[in-house]
Structures are given as structure tokens and as C-alpha cells.
């Protein structure tokens, strides 16, 4: 397996598996997350939510991206990334309620080069589980990264991270 000589993490082309630490959703981070961000009635009420389509309070979608993103970040991240360039292929399969754990999972990352040179574009597909296996989100990101060198480590060291 290729690893990234920065971190010892797994590089570009390594298969990262399953993130190992799950997320509990809580109905406490699902109305804060929709106060601000989606407030719609079945993600800030659980009254109103009975009523609604699903029957009670679920997750923003949005929510589950943004936390799926972190997670898979936290335990993996994608060595030599350099800029995030977009999403593709978002499904929300199933609602998120409150009580869920959710676990990540990225594939292997693959790559094409750019026309400027010590430049791949990486996609990632990432698939979010609850605490039964079930998916309830897959999305691929599109990520720009360091080329990878002939020995199929990650291209040049970024400052990533440095929140951490």
C-alpha cells in the first residue's frame, strides 16, 4: 500500500477503509445545525416533524454532508490536497434521526493529471453508514492534489491541517 511519507497515512491510490469511530447524532446538533443552516420545520420540531413526510425529526441532508466530511477528514483526509474543486453525485438515501451513528467510508482515491504540471485532480467516493450498515448518504469529492511521484507517494507537502 502507498502511504504518505508527511503523515504515514495511507497516499494517493491506498485503499483508507472504514473511518474507525463513529458519530452519534443528536437531537440537539440536528436543530442547532438547522437553525442556522435549514430551517425547515421537520428538522427544528418534533412536533411539526410528526406531520411531516417523515414522521419525525430527521438530519438535514446538508448536515450529514458536512459531518460525513469531517469525519472522513479527521481519520483520513486525502494526502497532498491542495483545494477542494467540488461534489459530485450527492444522494441522501435514507433520514438521519436523532439516536444514529454514522460511520464513513472513502475509496481508494483515483486520479487524472491537469494540464499544469505536479497537479492531479483525486475523487474520492465516500459512502456514510448508520449504526445497521445501511447507507443513508454517498457523494464523490473532487478534490485538486500534488501529482504523485514515480515511488506513488503523494505529491508535495501542503500545509492542511494546521487547524489540528
Known amino acids: 500500500m502507498p502511504s504518505d511519507p508527511r503523515s504515514g497515512g495511507p497516499g494517493i491510490g491506498a485503499d483508507p477503509g472504514p473511518v474507525p469511530a463513529g458519530h452519534l447524532v443528536t437531537e440537539r446538533e440536528i436543530v442547532g445545525f438547522a437553525r442556522q443552516w435549514d430551517p425547515r420545520p421537520f428538522h427544528l420540531d418534533r412536533a411539526e416533524a410528526a406531520t411531516s413526510v417523515f414522521g419525525e425529526l430527521v438530519a438535514s ?9 469531517r469525519q472522513w477528514l479527521d481519520a483520513e483526509g486525502l494526502p497532498g490536497a491542495m483545494a477542494g ?3 459530485d453525485r450527492v444522494r441522501w438515501l435514507r433520514p438521519v434521526r ?15 493529471p491537469t494540464a499544469t504540471p505536479g ?11 448508520d449504526q445497521h450498515g445501511r447507507p443513508v448518504m454517498t457523494a464523490t469529492l473532487v478534490v485538486l492534489v500534488g501529482a504523485a511521484a514515480p515511488d506513488g507517494t503523494a505529491g508535495p507537502p501542503t500545509d492542511q491541517h494546521t487547524d489540528r
Open 98 to 112: 436523532p439516536g444514529d451513528t454514522l460511520r464513513v467510508t472513502g475509496s481508494a482515491p483515483t486520479t487524472r
Open 85 to 87: 474543486l467540488g461534489l
Open 61 to 69: 441532508g446538508l448536515h450529514i454532508l458536512a459531518a460525513s466530511y
Open 119 to 129: 497537479r492531479d485532480v483525486a475523487r474520492v467516493d465516500l459512502t456514510t453508514s
